[in-house]
């Protein structure tokens, strides 16, 4: 295990430029909705508890929680994705430029709903969650606005993330178009991953994958790993994909970094000191990597940076995101 603590300083400076960083997110976003209350009786008509709702509240999820991440840094963001022509669109929309996010690259589709994930909290435990979703591929017409806005936005990029939540944003058509053309000017590409389009990610700069997810581009079985298991399966993905690097979160056992050049093979302890909720914990991470990356930081460094933004993020409940403040001071 190496030691991965870095200079304050530097990562003052790190951390300060990424006000200076545009980064394009492509994929499915979403609404993630709370209702909030307590239990005191079980319900007469089926064996399950009666929340009396005290409070609901609604966040970003999804790409549009990947934005909200970038956005509390200071990254200036555009977000490309698609939504429904629905009062949930209208209200996602809205919560975007709260962020400061562009949503030129929102395309409102007559024919699909905008996801929303409601969430029944009680007494700092969820009971059940409810989808509202398509998860169909986009039509034609989808596809093009997507790819459009795609290249009006490209050239003032400077990292573009891939959020694939199978939702049916990331297809074939779309992300290939987006490979080719971020290979073309050399741009940062990160992806979180699904199973559904794993022969798409081929190239991209890096995969941030869990340790479930990192099983399935490995093409085995899941199951709990020894280190030097995970460290057999990393470097087969890195070989696979023909990725310069690989991160794979291991929850409480913290992240391994792979690094294509030199077989470079790190391990970040956790640094959670209470974990509340994981929800929004792989967005936090490819976010803060991608943006530390995109302005300056090595490998190291970003994931550094990382791993202190994931141990903040799932201490709440909830998808959360850091400020610049918040992630500094967690860092010592």
Same mark, same amino acid.
């Given at each position: 295990?190496?030691?991965?603590?870095?200079?304050?300083?530097?990562?003052?400076?790190?951390?300060?430029?990424?006000?200076?960083?545009? *980064? *394009?997110?492509?994929?499915?976003?979403?609404?993630?909705?709370?209702?909030?209350?307590?239990?005191?009786?079980?319900?007469?008509?089926?064996?399950?508890?009666?929340?009396?709702?005290?409070?609901?509240?609604?966040?970003?999820?999804?790409?549009?929680?990947?934005?909200?991440?970038?956005?509390?840094?200071?990254?200036?963001?555009?977000?490309?994705?698609?939504?429904?022509?629905?009062?949930?669109?209208?209200?996602?929309?809205?919560?975007?430029?709260?962020?400061?996010?562009?949503?030129?690259?929102?395309?409102?589709?007559?024919?699909?709903?905008?996801?929303?994930?409601?969430?029944?909290?009680?007494?700092?435990?969820?009971?059940?969650?409810?989808?509202?979703?398509?998860?169909?591929?986009?039509?034609?017409?989808?596809?093009?606005?997507?790819?459009?806005?795609?290249?009006?936005?490209?050239?003032?990029?400077?990292?573009?993330?891939?959020?694939?939540?199978?939702?049916?944003?990331?297809?074939?058509?779309?992300?290939?178009?987006?490979?080719?053309?971020?290979?073309?000017?050399?741009?940062?590409?990160? *992806?979180?991953?699904?199973?559904?389009?794993?022969?798409?990610?081929?190239?991209?700069?890096?995969?941030?994958?869990?340790?479930?997810?990192?099983?399935?581009?490995?093409?085995?079985?899941?199951?709990?790993?020894?280190?030097?298991?995970?460290?057999?399966?990393?470097?087969?993905? *890195?070989?696979?994909?023909?990725?310069?690097?690989?991160?794979?979160?291991?929850?409480?056992?913290?992240?391994?970094?792979?690094?294509?050049?030199?077989?470079?093979?790190?391990?970040?302890?956790?640094?959670?000191?209470?974990?509340?909720?994981v929800t929004g914990a792989g967005d936090t991470v490819?976010?803060?990597?991608?943006?530390?990356?995109?302005?300056?930081?090595?490998?190291?460094?970003?994931?550094?940076?990382?791993?202190?933004?994931?141990?903040?993020?799932?201490?709440?409940?909830?998808?959360?995101?850091?400020?610049?403040?918040?992630?500094?001071?967690?860092?010592?």
């Amino acid at each position: 295990m190496e030691k991965t603590s870095c200079p304050k300083q530097h990562l003052e400076k790190i951390v300060h430029t990424m006000r200076t960083t545009t *980064i *394009i997110v492509v994929g499915d976003c979403m609404i993630d909705e709370y209702f909030w209350g307590d239990v005191e009786r079980i319900s007469p008509e089926a064996p399950v508890p009666v929340v009396a709702v005290e409070s609901v509240s609604r966040r970003l999820g999804g790409a549009a929680d990947v934005v909200q991440n970038l956005s509390k840094l200071g990254v200036k963001t555009h977000l490309i994705s698609v939504c429904g022509k629905d009062d949930n669109g209208s209200n996602l929309a809205d919560m975007l430029k709260e962020t400061g996010c562009s949503t030129d690259g929102l395309h409102c589709s007559a024919h699909r709903l905008t996801t929303i994930k409601t969430r029944i909290i009680a007494r700092h435990q969820q009971v059940v969650r409810a989808d509202r979703e398509q998860t169909g591929d986009l039509d034609e017409v989808e596809a093009t606005a997507l790819t459009a806005a795609f290249d009006r936005l490209h050239a003032q990029a400077d990292g573009v993330i891939i959020a694939d939540y199978g939702k049916g944003v990331v297809s074939p058509s779309l992300i290939s178009g987006i490979m080719e053309k971020c290979a073309e000017k050399g741009t940062f590409t990160a *992806i979180d991953p699904k199973d559904r389009h794993i022969h798409l990610y081929r190239g991209a700069s890096i995969i941030t994958p869990n340790l479930k997810e990192a099983h399935m581009l490995a093409g085995v079985p899941f199951h709990h790993c020894s280190d030097e298991e995970i460290k057999a399966l990393g470097w087969k993905i *890195i070989d696979t994909y023909n990725i310069s690097y690989l991160l794979i979160t291991l929850s409480e056992r913290g992240m391994a970094l792979f690094c294509r050049e030199g077989q470079h093979y790190t391990h970040l302890p956790t640094v959670a000191q209470k974990v509340f909720d994981v929800t929004g914990a792989g967005d936090t991470v490819i976010s803060v990597f991608t943006a530390a990356i995109t302005s300056g930081a090595t490998p190291l460094e970003a994931a550094f940076l990382a791993n202190h933004a994931a141990g903040l993020t799932v201490a709440q409940l909830g998808t959360a995101s850091v400020s610049p403040e918040e992630l500094l001071a967690a860092c010592g």
